[in-house]
């Protein structure tokens, strides 16, 4: 059991690192909670960039290990930055909307997500999630970013020394921390794999190649002929709008087949295996299939991103190795060797929120010293035990097809293994129903599309003539 955690720094004011901060608050056990971020406003990810400069983007992009984020100012000429925002670039698109119900994705403890769309815009998401974090806005030091994080050596418990700088004013400053609950996300570093020919091919049509981080609008694919990689959710419904104004039909190129194609003026092709040489071709690239298309004007890879902590460089054993995954780690949340070191957020293919909320309300349980750890060798075991089950690279944190609810009752039961308080805040397990739900949600999204213009007014499962049964 963890003893004398008092100090506790949060890196990231994003969904996961508010509802982290909610838990720790709600144990009313520690003396301080400073949550720290770059940002200008809470919401994380769900912030919109208006610009964004592809150009930032090396093509490929097969190394996790990139420096942090420079920002940029939205208001660059103004030289007093304490009414400026720094702005780091996020993957937020004009007409992006949840692909999870709203009553699925919001937070346990908090409906408001319900009162709109069945499918939330990413506008009325960043509203919820800046309004869900007021009650901890107290704590969070904005425009700051950690920098460095290192232990700190000598006998006695774990510390933590956290390096954080004022991007306002430049200052430096260093804290110790009994613990560091790392919330910072994982869709800053994109991925675009080093297939033929590929650095040839940009160099010789440079901004021809980008990748979804980068998309905000169709219009700029007007008449132009389009291949779009990835099979993503957003991958699928960036495709379904360029497919709107591009020269069809838009190419969608996927490893395997078999993908739900929106529209008509879409073709599923082949894995691209080779950029064509540009003394030879125009433009053209060759699929797996031995089929070659010629005269290309844009490759957009919505091939995802990687785990990138570069605060954490110097962190024996290293977290992050080939960045397909965070390495040394329990459960998709705890630091192995340290367990005073969570990460909280690390699951892809989920319902987000709720999913955050049972890995915070573990580790607070844990922290504040009213839940026992497994040993070491037990937690290597766990990790032994999902590597020989999903392979160690970027399959080993997804939790799809319902093993996301499945991870969330089993956080909620470790939880119950504390002696449980009046205030507690314990999250809610999944019902039936919201499972039942969840295996369902392709149906409920496709009925949702379905409407047009419409459906921005359907509110219920029963407007659409969705009725579930248990």
Known sequence: MLKNIRRVAIIGAGPAGVVTAKHLLAEKYFQAIDVFEQQASTGGVWNYTQCAPSGELSIPQTNPHQPLEEPRWDDSDNADRTTSRPVFVTPIYDHLESNIPHFLMKHSDDPALEDGSLFAG?????????RYADDVRHLIRFKTQVYDVKRKGGHGPDRWLVYTKDLVSNRVTETVYDAVAVASGHHYVPTVPDITGIRNWNQAYPATITHSKYYRTPESFKDKKVVVVGNSASGLDIGTQIATVCRCPLLHSNRSEGLQLSTSSEREVAEITEFLPPSDYSRAVRFRDGQIESDIDAVVFCTGYYYSLPFLSSLQPAPIVTGERVENTYQHLLYTDYPSMAFVGLPSKIVPFRTYEGQAA?????????????????????????????????????????????????????????????????????????????????????????????????????????????
């Open 122 to 130: 990413h506008e009325r998401v960043l509203q919820y999630l800046n």
């Open 362 to 470: 573990v580790v607070a349980r844990i922290w504040a010293g009213r839940l026992e750890l497994p040993s070491k060798s037990d937690m290597r075991a766990w990790e032994a035990r999902r590597i020989a089950e999903r392979g160690a690279g970027k399959k080993f944190h997804e939790l799809s097809k319902l093993e996301d609810f499945r991870y969330h009752n089993e956080m909620i039961d470790w939880v119950l293994q504390s002696k449980v308080k009046d205030e507690d805040r314990i999250p809610p397990k999944w019902s039936k129903k919201e499972t039942l739900v969840r295996k369902n949600i392709p149906m409920i999204k496709g009925a949702f599309a379905d409407q047009g213009e419409a459906r921005h007014t359907v509110r219920s499962l029963e407007q659409l003539g969705i009725m579930l049964e248990e």
